[in-house]
């Protein structure tokens, strides 16, 4: 049976933009998983390729042949009822970390690259989330058709830009000494679990309304195939940086000094993956608590913004640096268990 290629671009077009958050578009994920490894990270990189490639596939395909309409659904499937309901009450507070940082890095782009106050970035953020959660969601969501190609343009022309640079074999080749270097051989694990551990929220719902088997199972081979492209093109980029790690927006340091014309709207438009990484955060977040909490949503919206916002106030990098990793480590359970279970027969 041919799969429906229409169908497929879109599931792999949801895949990469779920991937592709606030901590992608910085580079400031990248460097932590890979780049600050130097040639080491881009072969750990495609080893993380292959990975989201094979089980964003089964994760998408297994979805669909057992029916499962929500994330929950999937995890007490993987991991039986009381355990499953565990991993949910774990995910929670995983995505509550992880706006967390999301708010640190709007922040920090108001503080390094606008040179503003760090706590007026956060605030207006979290003012403009709340506005936007209860006037208009849906048109917000639609900003992402527009943001994550044009990220991804910038991405690819940068690296292009890169290539053409005297020194950039040496760097690309280059490979640094770093006193934690042993996590680059987990890195292409723990990156790749982190990952689909978050974004099963967003996948699970989508392969069980397709249903059509070949059609997934294409969608996920060209998501993660994109996703293994975009990876190539920003470790490509941040490797011809210097002290790649003592900035929190690397990305769009490099933006500044090899395409100047372009900084403004390319700062703008890491903000906006930030912002809408923020409201689908929050928006997720406040369904899950509505489930135990019987409270108005805005009571709810308001008591997550509270919590993250402390938490924000911590460095970005640094903040990044401790949480994703660990979320990654956390997650390796529902990597190997999703790679172990075989796939589900066909009903």
């Known amino acids: 049976m041919k799969p429906n290629w229409g169908a497929a671009f879109q599931i792999a077009a949801v895949y990469v933009g779920t991937v592709v958050g606030a901590g992608f578009a910085t580079g400031r994920e990248i460097v932590e998983f890979f780049s600050r490894f130097g040639f080491f990270g881009f072969i750990s990189i495609l080893m993380s390729g292959y990975l989201l490639i094979f089980l964003g ?45 999301m708010l640190s890095g709007a922040g920090a782009i108001f503080e390094e690259q606008l040179g503003l106050n760090k706590i007026f970035g956060i605030m207006l953020t979290i003012g403009l989330s709340i506005l936007v959660m209860f006037v208009g969601i849906k048109g917000l969501f639609a900003v992402n058709v527009f943001v994550v190609p044009l990220m991804i343009s910038f991405s690819f022309m940068l690296m292009i830009l890169s290539m053409k640079m005297p020194s950039f074999l040496e760097n690309f080749l280059f490979i640094p000494y770093i006193e934690d270097g042993w996590k680059t051989v987990i890195a292409p694990f723990t990156y790749t679990a982190f990952n689909l551990g978050l974004s099963q929220a967003v996948l699970v719902p989508v392969a069980s309304e397709i249903k059509d088997d070949q059609t997934i199972k294409w969608g996920g081979i060209l998501g993660g195939a994109a996703l293994t492209l975009i990876l190539i093109s920003s470790h490509s980029t941040l490797v011809m940086l210097p002290n790649l790690e003592t900035y929190q927006i690397p990305m769009a340091i490099i933006m500044k000094s ?90």
Do not use: D, H
């Open 258 to 347: 090899l395409a100047s014309g372009f900084y403004g709207i390319f700062v703008f438009i890491i903000y906006g993956e930030i912002f809408t990484s923020v409201i689908g955060n929050v928006f997720g977040l406040e369904r899950q608590l509505k489930k135990y909490i019987s409270l108005p949503s805005i009571i709810i919206v308001s008591l997550i913004f509270i919590i993250t916002y402390f938490i924000s106030l911590i460095n970005y990098s640094t903040l990044l640096s401790y949480l994703y990793p660990l979320f990654g480590y956390i997650t390796l359970i529902f990597f190997i268990l999703l790679w172990m279970r075989p796939l589900p027969k066909q009903k």
């Open 57 to 101: 596939t089964k994760l998408m395909r297994t979805a669909a042949i057992i029916n499962a309409k929500s994330y929950q659904e999937f995890n007490e499937y993987l991991f039986g009822k009381y355990l499953g309901t565990a991993i949910n009450f774990l995910m929670l507070f995983m995505l509550l970390g992880v706006c967390a940082v």
